[in-house]
C-alpha cells in the first residue's frame, strides 16, 4: 500500500514522536513514580492549553466550508468541554487552584495554535489539529496498555483512549487528506514538526515544572 501524507509526517517525525510517548513524566505515571507536584503542575498547565484548544475550534469552525467539517468540529467543541469539566472536577476534589498563568511553553504553544487557525492555510490548521489530538491518543495509549484505567488517572485515559477519541483522530486525518493539496505539502511538513516539537517541550515543561524564568 502506498504511503499516505499522514504516514509521511509520522515517519519524518518518529525521533520526536518516540521522545514525547516515551517522555519521563508518562513512564513514571505509569509506574506510579510521578511525583503529585508534577501531575498537579500538568493539570494545571494542560487546562489552560484546552480553553485555547475550544477558541481555536471557533476560528476553524468559521473558517470551515463545508457542513461536513463544521459538523464535526462543532462536536469537538462539546468533547472540548468535557474535558474542562474533568480538569474542574480534578482540582476541586485535589484543591488545586486552574487560576494561574500560562509558563513560556503553554503560552508559545497555545499561541502557535491560535496564529495558525487564524493566518494559515486550513491544511496547516487541520495539521496542527490532527497532530495534538494524535500525540495525546499516543501518549496516553502507552499509558494504557500498562495503567489500565487505574486511578487517579482513569478519566483522562479513558478520555484519550476511547474508541471514540481513536475514530476523532481517523476522521481528522481524513480531513487532512481530502484539504491539503500538493502545493501544502510544504507548509504542512512544517506545521506537523512543529506541533510534535510543541508536545514533546509540553511534557518536558510539566515533568520539569518550568516556568518563567524571572
Wanted: glycine share 4%; net charge negative; charged share 20%.
Amino acid at each position: 500500500m502506498t504511503p499516505t501524507l499522514l504516514d509521511e509526517l509520522l515517519q519524518e517525525a518518529q525521533p520526536i514522536w518516540h521522545a514525547m510517548t516515551e517522555h519521563p513524566f508518562l513512564r513514571e505515571l505509569t509506574t506510579g513514580r510521578l511525583t503529585r507536584e508534577r501531575f498537579d503542575f500538568w493539570v494545571q498547565q494542560d487546562y489552560l492549553f484546552v480553553h485555547a484548544g475550544v477558541r481555536f475550534l471557533a476560528l476553524l469552525i468559521a473558517r470551515a466550508p463545508d457542513a461536513e467539517l463544521r459538523s464535526g468540529l462543532l462536536e469537538a467543541a462539546v468533547a472540548f468541554r468535557n474535558e474542562l469539566a474533568i480538569f474542574e472536577d480534578y482540582a476541586r476534589t485535589h484543591h488545586v487552584s486552574l487560576a494561574v498563568a500560562p509558563t513560556p511553553v503553554c503560552l508559545g504553544y497555545a499561541s502557535y495554535l491560535l496564529a495558525t487557525a487564524a493566518t494559515g492555510s486550513l491544511a496547516e490548521a487541520l495539521t496542527v489539529l490532527w497532530g495534538a489530538e494524535k500525540a495525546y491518543y499516543d501518549a496516553w495509549a502507552t499509558v494504557r496498555q500498562t495503567l489500565g484505567l487505574a486511578e487517579p488517572y482513569a478519566r483522562w485515559i479513558e478520555n484519550w483512549t476511547s474508541p471514540q477519541f481513536a475514530a476523532w483522530v481517523d476522521w481528522l486525518g481524513q480531513q487532512l487528506l481530502r484539504y491539503a493539496s500538493e502545493a501544502d505539502r510544504a507548509a504542512v511538513r512544517a506545521a506537523f514538526l512543529a506541533t510534535a516539537r510543541y508536545e514533546y517541550l509540553f511534557w518536558d515543561m510539566v515533568y520539569h515544572r518550568l516556568g518563567w524564568p524571572l
